[in-house]
């Protein structure tokens, strides 16, 4: 079923106050609530509520609930992709072709040709098995950064199963720092490091977006890849601009097409240049240098 993000921002003590009453009001249902910090210095904290059905019914609801705390604030709608991504994470029967890069799962690892780079994932609960558009529209953009820029350091944002972070470390031989939101796909993504003998070059790290020590000691990146969403992207366009080094390369997917212009602009407001895009089943992917 398609999903919307009701979602608005507010201060962290607001923020607080309003989990707690949107928590309450919507148990019974069990609709999905996340609070993310924006942007720490300014104090502005994103509330996020995902909802099914009805959503002219639960928007009247949220609203309530502010008018309620005399937080009263305009409360925007964005109609999510409808992706099972769990099940696309199982659908993992097939091997799949990406440039270079072979992805398997344990039965095909005698069908690698000469050649190819093999990357062997279990993705269990975690999205990352290369049959989606963005994931194989990052391994075909990642070889052709790799092969021009020999970057040293990378990140992947948004891991997943790490089969964007184990690519790199096959393709480059450099250190990958390899993070997600879900601590569920963190434990996959170290299980699948090991898996394919590059747990030495990958860490693994739970944290949203740049919230997280381990960036003051690893960044700049001469490298990022992320495949997440337009919006988070856009969001994190300035972060991306402070963790990257000059002349570094970003890949970003999990955008669709008509979404495309708009993500490149809010780059470009940062200094990147946009280099090329690829399609692929109605998604893109952009790769843009700083
Ligand atoms: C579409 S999957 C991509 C997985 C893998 N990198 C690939 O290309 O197949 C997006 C991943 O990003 C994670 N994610 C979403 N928003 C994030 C954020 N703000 N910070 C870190 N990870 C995030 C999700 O939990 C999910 O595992």
């Not at 921002?9 to 148990?27: C, N, P, Q, S, V």
């Not at 790199?168 to 997600?180: E, G, M, Y």
């Not at 990147?272 to 240098?289: A, D, M, N, P, Q």
């Given at each position: 079923?398609?999903?919307?993000?009701?979602?608005?921002?507010?201060?962290k003590i607001?923020?607080?106050?309003?989990?707690?009453?949107?928590?309450?009001?919507?148990?019974?249902?069990?609709?999905?609530?996340?609070?993310?910090?924006v942007d720490?210095?300014?104090?502005?904290?994103?509330?996020?509520?995902?909802?099914?059905?009805?959503?002219?019914?639960?928007?009247?609801?949220?609203?309530?609930?502010?008018?309620?705390?005399?937080?009263?604030?305009?409360?925007?709608?964005?109609?999510?992709?409808?992706?099972?991504?769990?099940?696309?994470?199982?659908?993992?029967?097939?091997?799949?072709?990406?440039?270079?890069?072979?992805?398997h799962g344990?039965?095909?690892?005698?069908?690698?040709?000469?050649?190819?780079?093999?990357?062997?994932?279990?993705?269990?609960?975690?999205?990352?098995?290369?049959?989606?558009?963005?994931?194989?529209?990052?391994?075909?953009?990642?070889?052709?950064?790799?092969?021009?820029?020999?970057?040293?350091?990378?990140?992947?944002?948004?891991?997943?199963?790490?089969?964007?972070?184990?690519?790199?470390?096959?393709?480059?031989?450099?250190?990958?720092?390899?993070?997600?939101?879900?601590?569920?796909?963190?434990?996959?993504?170290?299980?699948?490091?090991?898996?394919?003998?590059?747990?030495?070059?990958?860490?693994?790290?739970?944290?949203?977006?740049?919230?997280?020590?381990?960036?003051?000691?690893?960044?700049?990146?001469?490298?990022?890849?992320?495949?997440?969403?337009?919006?988070?992207?856009?969001?994190?366009?300035?972060?991306?601009?402070?963790?990257?080094?000059?002349?570094?390369?970003?890949?970003?997917?999990?955008?669709?097409?008509?979404?495309?212009?708009?993500?490149?602009?809010?780059?470009?407001?940062?200094?990147?240049?946009?280099?090329?895009?690829?399609?692929?089943?109605?998604?893109?992917?952009?790769?843009?240098?700083?």
């Amino acid at each position: 079923m398609t999903q919307t993000r009701l979602h608005f921002t507010t201060g962290k003590i607001e923020a607080e106050r309003i989990f707690a009453a949107l928590e309450l009001a919507f148990e019974d249902e069990g609709l999905p609530i996340a609070v993310l910090e924006v942007d720490e210095d300014q104090d502005i904290h994103e509330v996020s509520l995902y909802a099914d059905g009805d959503v002219d019914t639960v928007e009247a609801r949220v609203k309530d609930i502010l008018a309620g705390l005399a937080l009263s604030k305009p409360v925007e709608r964005e109609v999510l992709p409808d992706i099972d991504w769990v099940a696309r994470s199982l659908e993992g029967l097939k091997p799949v072709r990406a440039g270079r890069f072979f992805v398997h799962g344990a039965h095909d690892r005698r069908k690698r040709h000469s050649g190819e780079l093999a990357i062997e994932i279990e993705a269990g609960l975690a999205f990352g098995t290369g049959h989606h558009g963005t994931t194989s529209g990052c391994l075909e953009m990642l070889e052709k950064v790799v092969r021009r820029e020999h970057p040293r350091n990378a990140l992947d944002l948004g891991t997943g199963s790490a089969v964007l972070a184990i690519a790199v470390a096959k393709l480059a031989h450099i250190p990958v720092l390899a993070t997600d939101i879900d601590p569920v796909a963190v434990k996959v993504a170290a299980a699948n490091a090991r898996l394919n003998h590059v747990k030495a070059l990958i860490e693994t790290v739970t944290a949203p977006g740049f919230h997280h020590p381990i960036f003051g000691r690893r960044a700049p990146f001469d490298l990022i890849v992320a495949n997440i969403l337009a919006r988070p992207l856009m969001r994190l366009a300035p972060q991306m601009a402070g963790h990257i080094a000059l002349g570094g390369s970003i890949v970003l997917s999990g955008i669709l097409e008509r979404q495309r212009d708009a993500v490149i602009s809010a780059y470009v407001g940062q200094n990147f240049r946009h280099v090329r895009t690829l399609y692929r089943e109605g998604w893109v992917t952009i790769h843009l240098k700083h």
